[in-house]
Each structure stands twice: as structure tokens, then as C-alpha cells.
């Protein structure tokens, strides 16, 4: 069965940076656009990243551009987001996704806190 797993969450200041990493098994990761989404308390769950099958195209949410990089190894069926400059309200738990056909699969989330 498909299975994503969230990591590398974390307390961290203002203007720090955290990497994530989803570990992913159950599909054909190679054949597969990935996302990272992110639920801040109170708020609708929003796409932050993509990245298609190729790891040749990727698109941001305007909030996180130029401060944000999702990558992938499709070798390791894995996919990072890198995340710099973090700022209080990038805080919010971080899920990985990924859609076959209408099917929206999630990870468990990991929760990313932004404090002094």
C-alpha cells in the first residue's frame, strides 16, 4: 500500500532554515508528481510545492518562493523540501502528497514551529 513518511520537523528561530524528507513506497515514485502541503491551526490545508516525475519543473506557493526548494531522488523514492529564512508564519504541520488518478494520499504530517 502507498505509504509517505514525514520528517525532519522541528523548532526553529526566525530566519533559520529545516529541511523535510518524505520516504515514500507503494506507488511508482518515479511516474509521480509529488506536493508538499502545510495546515497552520485554523487554516485551510495549502499546496506549498510540487515537483514533477522528473524533478524538471517544480512551482511554489507565492509565500515560500525564492526561500523554499523541493527536491527529489527517485533512486531513493525520496522528496525533500528545503526551507530557509523561515518566518513565524510558516509555522503549521507539513504533509507530503501525492495523487493517483482522484485518489489523494497524505503522509502523517510533521510540524514545523517558527519562534524566538
Known amino acids: 500500500q502507498v505509504q509517505l513518511v514525514e520528517s525532519g520537523g522541528g523548532l526553529v528561530q526566525p530566519g533559520g532554515s529545516l529541511r523535510l524528507s518524505c520516504a515514500t513506497s507503494?506507488?511508482?515514485?518515479?511516474?509521480?508528481?509529488m506536493n508538499w502541503y502545510r495546515q497552520a491551526p485554523g487554516k485551510e490545508r495549502e499546496l506549498v510545492a510540487s515537483?514533477?516525475?522528473?524533478?524538471?519543473?517544480?512551482t511554489y506557493a507565492d509565500s515560500v518562493k525564492d526561500r523554499f526548494t523541493i527536491s527529489r531522488d527517485n533512486d531513493k523514492k525520496t522528496v525533500d523540501l528545503q526551507m530557509n529564512s523561515l518566518k513565524p508564519e510558516d509555522g503549521a504541520v507539513y504533509y507530503c502528497?501525492?495523487?493517483?488518478?482522484?485518489?489523494?494520499?497524505w503522509g502523517q504530517g510533521t510540524q514545523v514551529t517558527v519562534s524566538a
Open positions: 515537483i514533477t516525475s522528473n524533478g524538471k519543473s517544480t
Open positions: 502528497n501525492m495523487k493517483i488518478w482522484e485518489d489523494d494520499y
Open positions: 507503494g506507488f511508482t515514485f518515479s511516474l509521480t508528481t
